[in-house]
């Protein structure tokens, strides 16, 4: 953790994330969540992810030309940081994607150090919306007045008790990516298998494989449903380009989870879709603390 350590326990507490948690910008602004976007390169250009525009960039995977990320700058941060010491805020709580799969925390701790309250930067070990819901959780806890060691430990707790399972069409893109993990296990099986995925201590693992899209669809849901069990949970949907898939699969989950809290369909962030492929979709299953 960046910053100093001792600190009143009622200050202004701020949130900040970062985009591969797949917020809609809405429910960010809703909470007042910062999000501070990762990089993509692509076309002979280089920017931040939310400007880039989605269905080109899915076209430019599909023909198999070169799309690159990186974290944010730490001049990202600062300023982002910056303005939340502007806005009143006066301990920061900066949850973000796993080390094992960015940078990111890495940046921010960078920025952290160069200011003037203290920023606590948490490496969320997961991402999508498991990081999501706890940058969700974290602002609920702030807003309702919790000191900062209460919304670290709030962001903690959903990030490691949220699950994220996923389907993807091909391993190429994480192995182009270098963000293959323990899922190289799967490397080499038939074409007509289709892997399953979730993140476990930080990296992407292998769960399973099925024969073809539909059996591994089916199975995605039976893994969310599963993991959901009799517990109170939110979840979400995610994907990098709209289809019947994912409407199929939220009325799938609404029907077979018997405490189902929340469920919501959002964008898979393109930093993610040029990691798993635009064909990829994700569930996360977060138990309702």
């Keep these: 953790m960046g910053g100093r350590n001792s600190y009143p326990a009622d200050v202004p507490v701020a949130v900040i994330t970062d985009s591969t948690a797949c917020l809609p910008e809405q429910l960010a602004a809703q909470w007042g969540i910062s999000v ?16 880039f525009d989605r269905a080109e960039l899915v076209e430019t995977l599909r023909a198999g030309k070169p799309v690159t990320t990186s974290p944010p700058d730490p001049g990202a941060f600062f300023w982002t940081y910056q303005d939340a010491v502007s806005a009143g805020a006066e ?23 160069q200011v003037r309250v203290p920023v606590h930067v948490i490496d969320s ?25 209460r919304v670290v430990e709030t962001a903690q707790r959903r990030s490691s008790a949220s699950r994220e399972f996923i389907y993807v069409d091909t391993l190429e893109y994480l192995r182009r990516g270098g963000r293959i993990g323990r899922a190289a296990a799967l490397l080499g099986s038939a074409l007509a298998l289709k892997p399953l995925l979730t993140v476990q201590d930080g990296e992407v693992t292998a769960l399973t ?5 539909r059996r591994a669809l089916s199975k995605l849901a039976d893994l969310a449903v599963a993991e959901a069990g009799d517990r109170a949970v939110d979840i979400a949907v995610a994907s990098a380009t709209p289809s019947d898939r994912e409407l199929s699969l939220v009325e799938q989950l609404r029907g077979r989870i018997p405490r189902l809290n929340d469920i919501m369909l959002v964008n898979a962030s393109t930093v993610i879709t040029a990691h798993v492929g635009p064909e990829a979709l994700g569930i996360t299953v977060a138990p309702v603390p």
């Design 36 to 51: 501070v976007q990762l990089l993509i390169e692509a076309n002979g250009r280089i920017d931040d992810e939310s400007r």
């Design 125 to 149: 070990a997961t991402t999508s919306m498991s990081l999501g819901f706890a940058a969700l959780s974290a602002a609920r806890a702030a807003a309702a007045g919790a000191g900062p060691q």
């Design 209 to 213: 494989k099925a024969s073809g899209s």
């Design 91 to 113: 301990a920061i709580v900066s949850v973000h994607i796993s080390r094992r799969l960015s940078a990111t925390a890495e940046a921010a701790r960078e920025a952290a150090q």
